[in-house]
C-alpha cells in the first residue's frame, strides 16, 4: 500500500513569500499530481508529473523518482492563493491521496 | 459542457435511512470514481468504474453501492447510513489514457 505524506500540515506566508509544499510517497508510482481545493471546496487539478518539472505561471512542480519525492512551489504568494494544496500519487488503477497542507497567505 | 455535476450538495439523513448520490458527466470519459473526505484524512477512494457495467471496490467500499448502466452517470447508495458515513463525498471523472481528472463540487452529507 503506497502512503502518502505531506508537509507542512499548515502554512501561513505573507503576501509575496516564496512557498514550498512537499508531498513524499512510498513505493513506485507511474504519476503524482498536484490539487487545488478552495475553501468553497471544489478540487482542480494543477499539475501531472512523472518525472521532472513543470511550471505554470507562478507555480512549479518537481519531482524526484529516486528519492519519491515532490515539491509544489508558488512564486510571489498572493492571498488567493490561499487554499488546501492535496498531492495525490497514482498507484496501478487508483489514487491516494495525501491529507493536504492548508496554506493561508495573509496581505 | 457541464462538467462533472453532483446532486444533492447537501443532505441530512437520520440512522438507518437510505439514499443515493447522484453524479454525471458529459464528457464522455470512461473513467468514474467516488471519494470521501474526512477531517485530518486524505481523499479516500469508495469505489471506481472503468467503463459501463464495470464496477470495483476502492479502499472503503463498507456501507456503499454503485451501479454503472451509462457511461454518463454513476450513482452511490447509501443502504442503512451511519453516522461514521458523515463526510463530504467527491465524484470525479477521467478519460482513459488522460491522467487529468475533473471533480464535481462535493455533497456534504451527515448522518445523525
Known amino acids: 500500500k503506497n502512503e502518502v505524506e505531506q508537509s507542512p500540515q499548515n502554512l501561513t506566508a505573507q503576501e509575496g513569500e516564496f512557498i514550498t509544499i512537499n508531498c513524499s510517497y512510498s513505493?513506485?508510482?507511474?504519476?503524482l499530481h498536484w490539487l487545488q481545493q478552495h475553501p468553497g471546496g471544489g478540487i482542480v487539478s494543477l499539475f501531472m508529473l512523472s518525472s521532472g518539472k513543470k511550471k505554470h505561471g507562478r507555480l512549479i512542480a518537481t519531482i524526484n523518482i529516486q528519492e519519491k519525492h515532490s515539491s509544489l512551489h508558488i512564486t510571489a504568494s498572493h492571498p488567493r492563493d490561499s487554499a488546501v494544496y492535496i498531492c495525490?500519487?497514482?498507484?496501478?488503477?487508483?489514487?491516494?491521496f495525501g491529507a493536504g497542507t492548508i496554506l493561508r497567505v495573509k496581505s | 459542457n457541464a462538467g462533472v455535476t453532483q446532486t444533492p450538495k447537501f443532505q441530512v439523513l437520520k440512522t438507518g435511512q437510505s439514499m443515493t448520490l447522484q453524479c454525471a458527466q458529459d464528457?464522455?470519459?470512461?473513467?468514474m470514481s467516488w471519494y470521501r473526505q474526512d477531517p485530518g484524512m486524505g481523499l479516500r477512494l469508495i469505489h471506481y468504474s472503468v467503463g459501463a457495467g464495470i464496477t470495483d471496490q476502492g479502499e472503503v467500499p463498507n456501507g456503499y453501492n454503485v451501479s454503472r448502466s451509462t457511461t454518463e452517470d454513476f450513482p452511490l447508495r447509501l443502504l442503512s447510513a451511519a453516522p461514521s458515513q458523515t463526510s463530504v463525498y467527491f465524484c470525479?471523472?477521467?478519460?482513459?489514457?488522460?491522467?487529468?481528472?475533473?471533480f464535481g463540487p462535493g455533497t456534504r452529507l451527515l448522518v445523525l
Open positions: 513505493v513506485g508510482i507511474s504519476a
Open positions: 470525479a471523472s477521467r478519460t482513459s489514457g488522460v491522467e487529468t481528472q475533473y
Open positions: 464528457m464522455n470519459h470512461e473513467y
Open positions: 495525490a500519487v497514482r498507484y496501478g488503477n487508483k489514487l491516494v
